[in-house]
């Protein structure tokens, strides 16, 4: 089945998975974001047919194994009750608040979104973070003039780990992921 970027729509390439684990990952050729394929348990019982493939997505709809997530409008998933995500400011002019995030998308900018920062190098609208389940955030650039760094590395869009570090502007934040139980 292939897989598409999220970003851009472009037809992402297979790779090793450079932290191991035997997990499907992915990278887009056009704009180098990258996807790890969370593993998955199945129900006791329940096997996976391949003899019916998943359908192809339909154009503007972002893909990502189980899930699609466009044409809802108005709709937003929860966050699962076990998750407490944060995002914590390190360096910058919001320089020790914390962010509770309490949706499954938020938008990150100068001047727009539901965190806003006060720094000149962020840009208006700057990155946006998701949530599709306790084990599986991400983080998006939103075609920012300065770029999204995670862990010191431009990305596109990247799944985001706890204590991962996000540099947006002269901002770097900490990301702070808790799942209970």
Not at 55 to 63: F, K, Q, S
Not at 152 to 170: E, H
Request: charged share 25%; glycine share 12%; proline share 8%.
């Amino acid at each position: 089945m292939p897989m598409f970027c999220p970003a851009c729509q472009t037809k992402m390439e297979a790779t090793t998975d450079p932290r191991g684990g035997g997990r499907k990952h992915y990278s887009c050729p056009r704009c180098e974001g990258e996807y790890v394929v969370p593993a998955r348990s199945l129900p006791e019982g329940e096997k996976i047919d391949a003899a019916e493939p998943a359908p192809a997505p339909g154009p503007g709809e972002t893909t990502i194994p189980g899930f699609t997530v466009a044409g809802i409008p108005g709709g937003e998933w929860q966050i699962p009750e076990e998750l407490r995500f944060s995002l914590k400011v390190l360096e910058g002019t919001e320089s020790g608040k914390v962010f509770e995030v309490t949706r499954s998308r938020i938008t990150v900018g100068r001047e727009e979104g539901e965190i806003l920062l006060g720094d000149p190098l962020v840009s208006r609208k700057h990155a946006a973070f998701e949530i599709y389940g306790s084990q599986h955030i991400v983080v998006k650039d939103l075609a920012s003039t300065n770029g999204t760094y995670l862990n010191g590395r431009l990305i596109a869009y990247s799944k985001v780990n706890n204590g991962d570090k996000i540099r947006m502007g002269s901002t770097l934040i900490e990301a702070v992921i808790q799942i209970d139980g």
